[in-house]
Nanobody, 123 residues
Framework: QVQLVESGGGSVQAGGSLRLSCAAS?????MGWFRQAPGKERDGVAV???????TYADPVEGRFTISRDSAKNTLYLQMNSLKPEDTALYYC????????????????????WGQGTQVTVSS
């Protein structure tokens, strides 16, 4: 099992930026960011494989950038041009593999989860 600790959330005005970080206790091939707004299901935001391949959800494509520092087992999410609809609890997640294969952006593909960090965007 992987322990995941998110940081970097906060409150920002529309159009602003935030950078989320996620410290992992060990390496995993697929890592991703997910979010859940009140009363809604948890949705995928962006995922990245150990080979650097990325997948983004349509609502964040072109505004958010996922990256990782595998030497530090740290995952990042740079969020620019934030909108009020980006307001949610953001979770970091890791799957069970240490190598190979495509990374799904579905939450069902991930086994280990952090506690979440709140992002609030005001208009």
């Amino acid at each position: 099992q992987v322990q995941l600790v998110e940081s970097g959330g906060g409150s920002v005005q529309a159009g602003g930026s935030l950078r989320l970080s996620c410290a992992a206790s060990r390496y995993r091939h697929c890592m991703g960011w997910f979010r859940q707004a009140p009363g809604k299901e948890r949705d995928g935001v962006a995922v990245i494989g150990g080979d650097g391949r990325t997948t983004y959800a349509d609502p964040v494509e072109g505004r958010f950038t996922i990256s990782r520092d595998s030497a530090k087992n740290t995952l990042y999410l740079q969020m620019n041009s934030l909108k009020p609809e980006d307001t949610a609890l953001y979770y970091c997640a890791a799957d069970s593999r240490v190598w190979g294969g495509d990374c799904t952006i579905s939450p069902q593909g991930f086994r280990d989860w952090g506690q979440g960090t709140q992002v609030t965007v005001s208009s």
